[in-house]
Every structure is written in C-alpha cells, then in structure tokens.
C-alpha cells in the first residue's frame, strides 16, 4: 500500500460479549478488538489498529459500539462492511462502515455514551436468553428504584461508583438520562446515558438501584451515597450479562 493516501473508516458494531474477555486487546484472552483487528488484517495485509468509543468489560454486550481506523488499503467503506462481515465470528456483526474526516476520533470525539442493563424479575430463572439479564427472584420495590435512579440526574462526583484502576482525570460526569422501566412479565431496564463513564460505574450504579428494590438501602440514601465519593458506601457490582452498550454520540 506504499504510496497511497491513508483514509479514515467508523464501524458501528453489534457483539454478545458473552465469549469475549471485554473489548480492549489481551495478550492471550480474546477480545473484540483483536478479533476486528484480525479479519481486517485479512483484508487489507497491513496491520491495523482499531480504536473503540471505550472499553467494554468481560462478559458485557454492545449494540453500538463505535470504532475507527485508519488504512492505506483503496477498499471503500462497502467493501469494507461486507468484507468484514464475512471474516467475522457469529458473534460479532459490523452494523455500519463510513468514510470520516481524517480528524476523527473514536474514542475522543465521543460526547456521550448511552447504557441500558436488562433485569429478570420472576421467581424462577429463564433458560433462553440467561446470558443477556441479571436474574433477581426477590420482588424488587420498582418506586423506590425510580426514585433512586432519579437522584443521579446531573452533574456529580461519581467517585463513589468507580472501581479500582479507573483510567481517568477526574470523576465528575454529568448524566442526563437514569431511568427504570418495566416492560412486562418480570422484565426491567435501567437506561443511563452521560457524558463520560468511569470503570464499572454502570454496574455498580445497578447494583446500588437493586439493593434499594430489595429494602437493604433507602432510595433517599443514595445521595448521601454520592456525596460520600466512598466505594463502600455504594451497593455491590451487577454481573457484566446483563449490561449493553447502546449507542454513542459525537460532536
């Protein structure tokens, strides 16, 4: 490819991160990164880097992660799409493929981010779709839970749901959506969108909201809670099977 001009691609990609030990390239364990960054090395017989939105934890889903890169292969965004499609696992599909601007950014362009975490609520657990909901047999206290979803509305220091090792500058983060829905026969969602997002702070938020549903913190507490900027203080961390990255938006 020596000789021709680099041009910039962003892939919008759907994957069941069941098999997948998070997005972020591991040395040994698989990951979506490195397996998108395999079949394009197929296609273009040139390494190349693909940058995501952010990171996905082991386990978690996406059906709209973001990612960019950068070639010098002439394939265009089409052939781009179907080629991948066609190299990749089952498990992850490639939604969308776009020529950008060479300026743009996956990861630092983005302006926010929206989550949404699946709950079963029944006493007995399903068989077919278990890897996509946290199972809870406990009736949970859906007002309380709105309540407390509620309080996180805003712009707050959210050091109190960040866990260890958080790559960051600071953990203030402003967030516009935290809402809890039932959509029938034991089924629930939490949506949360924002600007920005620390390590597992979605699933620690989850994990605080179904502790509030179970009785064992009031829904006025959850305030206190963020005020406290202390980990201990916040509930435990939901399990990564529930939890999708929605969609991404940039400037």
């Known amino acids: 490819m020596t000789g ?3 041009k910039t691609f962003k892939l919008i990609i759907e994957y069941d991160g069941s098999a997948f030990h998070g997005w972020q390239r591991q040395k040994s364990d698989r990951t979506v990164q490195e397996t998108i960054e395999m079949a394009l090395e197929t296609m273009t017989r040139d390494k190349v880097t693909v940058i995501g939105s952010g990171r996905t934890d082991a386990g978690v ?9 950068k070639t010098r292969s002439r394939l265009d965004a089409p052939v781009f799409l179907n080629g991948l499609n066609s ?12 020529r950008m601007p060479d300026a743009f950014h996956a990861r630092f362009d983005v302006t926010s981010k929206r989550y949404r975490y699946h709950i079963r609520n029944q006493p007995i657990a399903p068989a077919i779709g278990r890897q996509f909901v946290w199972h809870i047999r406990r009736t949970l206290d859906i007002p309380a839970m709105t309540d407390a979803a509620a309080a996180l509305i805003g712009t707050h220091d959210f050091k109190a749901f960040e866990g260890a090792g958080s790559p960051r500058d600071h953990s203030v983060r402003t967030v516009t959506d935290s809402t809890i829905k039932e959509t029938g026969g034991g089924n629930l969602t939490y949506d949360i969108q924002a600007n920005g997002f620390l390590r597992f702070m979605v699933r620690n938020i989850v994990g605080t909201l179904v502790e509030v549903g179970l009785g064992k913190i009031d829904s006025q507490k959850v305030r206190k809670i963020l005020q406290s900027k202390d980990r201990s203080c916040a509930g435990p961390r939901a399990p990564p099977q529930g939890l999708f990255l929605m969609d991404v938006a940039y400037k």
């Open 87 to 98: 190299l990749l696992p089952a498990d992850v599909v490639v939604r969308a493929c776009d």
């Open 61 to 69: 889903h996406a059906l709209g992660q973001v990612a960019g890169f």
């Open 4 to 6: 021709a001009s680099q």
